[in-house]
Each structure stands twice: as structure tokens, then as C-alpha cells.
């Protein structure tokens, strides 16, 4: 496989350009964290302390041909149900007030919308996929001008480091009484043998 050109540096959580790449137990724990078999995962771009899969990036468009703009998936269970607690609270509602009353926040979450299409671009790219025109300007999660999905912008910090996703930042920082990214949460049972 030559998906990984040498120049890119991953700043995603607990990941390395040596652990960018999925290996079979990958595929296999993200399999069993979101009860079906995962298809065209094409990097790991975050890491458990353990060294679980986090998130899965996933071509930008599927084998069968459907364009998927959702790059970053969050597939760590604790993670995505800790991101339900806050949905359901209505989290993303304040979020979205806060880009028409700050600026700075609102350039910042537009940042990261292009951060997001570039990176899925780049990934596109390294895939041989190339360009998507059916998605094309369109992120995930309600980027730039809602915060629709906190998966969706947690998804994106996870993968890319701080300081790049304002939203998915303040989700990280909003999960931690559930998970942080310094303890692992997973459960043994992913990583057991295939029967
Ligand atoms: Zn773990």
C-alpha cells in the first residue's frame, strides 16, 4: 500500500504517521464498537492511549460508488454516547447561537470547515479517489454556519489535534467527566479472537 505519502504529519489524538494506516484488528474493533462491518476505512486518524481506533476515516466516496462526506467517523462508543448526553441537552443549540454573537468564533468554525474539506480532499487524493463533485463545499456537522452534529465536530478534533475545531474543542472539554483522551474506556472484549 502507498495510500500515505511521507510528508503527511498527522496531528490527530494518539496517532503517528506509522499508526496512520488501519490494520486488520482496526478493522475489526471498529467493527465490533459499531455493530456492523466497517467498510472503506482508509485511516485511523485517532488513537486511544491503548491504541484502539478512535475514529475511522472513510474514503470520500464509498466502493459502491456513494459519495460520504462525513470523513471523520466517530466510532468509540463511550465517546458517541457521551456526545448524545450533550445533544440531548441541547448543546448544539447555544453553539449555534454563539456564531452570529462572536466573530472570532465564528471565523475560527469557519476555519475548520475548510480544514475539513481539505483534509477530506487530501484524503481523496492519497486514496486515488480524487475529487467528489457531489459533496463538494459541503463538511459535516453543520459546518460553517450551524453546529448541527457534535459526533461530526468531535469527530473532527479527534483527528486533527486542538485548536483547529472551536466546537469540537469545547465538546472534547465538555466529555471529560465520561472520557478523556489520556484514560483508556474501551472494552477488552473488542480485541478478543474472532470465533
Ligand atoms: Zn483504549
Same mark, same amino acid.
Given at each position: #500500500?502507498?495510500?500515505?505519502?511521507?510528508?503527511?504529519v498527522?496531528h490527530?489524538?494518539?496517532?503517528?504517521?506509522?499508526?496512520?494506516?488501519?490494520?486488520?484488528?482496526?478493522?475489526? +474493533?471498529?467493527?465490533?464498537?459499531? !455493530?456492523?462491518?466497517?467498510?472503506?476505512? +482508509?485511516?485511523?486518524?485517532?488513537?486511544? $492511549?491503548?491504541g484502539?481506533?478512535?475514529v475511522?476515516?472513510?474514503?470520500?466516496?464509498?466502493?459502491? &460508488?456513494?459519495?460520504?462526506?462525513?470523513?471523520?467517523?466517530? *466510532?468509540?462508543?463511550v465517546?458517541?454516547? *457521551?456526545?448524545?448526553?450533550l445533544?440531548?441537552?441541547?448543546? #448544539?443549540?447555544? #453553539?449555534?447561537?454563539?456564531?452570529?454573537e =462572536?466573530?472570532?468564533?465564528?471565523?475560527?468554525?469557519?476555519?475548520?470547515?475548510?480544514?475539513?474539506?481539505?483534509?477530506?480532499?487530501?484524503? /481523496?487524493?492519497?486514496? !486515488?479517489? &480524487? =475529487? +467528489?463533485?457531489?459533496?463538494? !463545499?459541503?463538511s459535516? !456537522? /453543520?459546518?460553517?454556519?450551524? +453546529?448541527?452534529?457534535l459526533?461530526?465536530v468531535?469527530?473532527?478534533?479527534?483527528? $486533527? /489535534?486542538?485548536? $483547529?475545531?472551536?466546537? &469540537?474543542?469545547?465538546?472534547?472539554a465538555?466529555? =471529560?467527566?465520561?472520557?478523556?483522551? =489520556?484514560?483508556?474506556?474501551?472494552?477488552p472484549?473488542?480485541?478478543?479472537?474472532?470465533?
Amino acid at each position: #500500500m502507498t495510500n500515505h505519502p511521507t510528508d503527511h504529519v498527522p496531528h490527530g489524538y494518539g496517532v503517528s504517521a506509522e499508526t496512520l494506516a488501519p490494520t486488520s484488528q482496526d478493522l475489526l +474493533v471498529l467493527s465490533r464498537q459499531l !455493530g456492523r462491518q466497517v467498510r472503506d476505512v +482508509v485511516e485511523i486518524p485517532a488513537r486511544c $492511549v491503548c491504541g484502539n481506533p478512535l475514529v475511522a476515516a472513510t474514503a470520500p466516496r464509498l466502493s459502491n &460508488g456513494t459519495p460520504f462526506p462525513t470523513v471523520f467517523y466517530l *466510532a468509540h462508543p463511550v465517546i458517541t454516547q *457521551a456526545a448524545s448526553r450533550l445533544e440531548a441537552a441541547g448543546l #448544539m443549540y447555544r #453553539m449555534t447561537d454563539r456564531i452570529a454573537e =462572536e466573530p472570532e468564533t465564528a471565523r475560527a468554525y469557519e476555519a475548520a470547515h475548510r480544514n475539513y474539506l481539505a483534509e477530506r480532499e487530501r484524503i /481523496g487524493a492519497a486514496t !486515488g479517489i &480524487g =475529487e +467528489v463533485p457531489e459533496i463538494e !463545499g459541503i463538511s459535516a !456537522g /453543520g459546518m460553517p454556519t450551524r +453546529v448541527k452534529c457534535l459526533h461530526a465536530v468531535l469527530g473532527h478534533t479527534l483527528s $486533527v /489535534g486542538p485548536g $483547529v475545531n472551536p466546537f &469540537g474543542d469545547e465538546t472534547l472539554a465538555a466529555i =471529560e467527566q465520561w472520557w478523556t483522551p =489520556e484514560q483508556c474506556a474501551c472494552d477488552p472484549a473488542w480485541r478478543d479472537a474472532e470465533d
